[in-house]
């Protein structure tokens, strides 16, 4: 089983980056899905989830307006979509479902 997120990198406040997360040896489609952050010497935090099947998500407060979660079962594969991106924003972004988790992707949001 593994889960891959790519995406991340360097982008200027108020940019935009769109996360991927591939996930293999197990099919999403049954699994709500979920992103994760960790910024330097703060503990992993939520950031968003949508169910199985893509009819529900959530988001954390600090997001809501500016990240979309979305998911595509036919490529196995969940997205996150970030627009408005602020310093604050920067952290480690980790995909998980169900019991497993990616390594990470580093996004850093800065001028």
């Known amino acids: 089983v593994q889960v891959v997120e790519s995406g991340g990198g360097l982008v200027q406040p108020g940019g935009s980056l769109r996360l991927s997360c591939a996930a293999s040896?197990?099919?999403?489609?049954?699994?709500?899905m979920t992103w994760y952050r960790q910024a330097p010497g703060k503990e992993r935090e939520w950031v968003a989830s949508i169910s199985s099947g893509g009819r529900s998500t959530n988001y954390t407060d600090s997001v809501k307006g500016r990240f979309t979660i979305g998911r595509d079962d036919a490529k196995n594969a969940v997205y996150l979509q970030m627009n408005s991106l602020k310093p604050e924003d920067t952290a480690i972004y980790y995909c998980?479902?169900?019991?497993?988790w990616g390594q990470g992707t580093q996004v850093t949001v800065s001028s």
């Open positions: 998980h479902a169900y019991v497993w």
């Open positions: 040896g197990f099919t999403i489609i049954n699994f709500g």
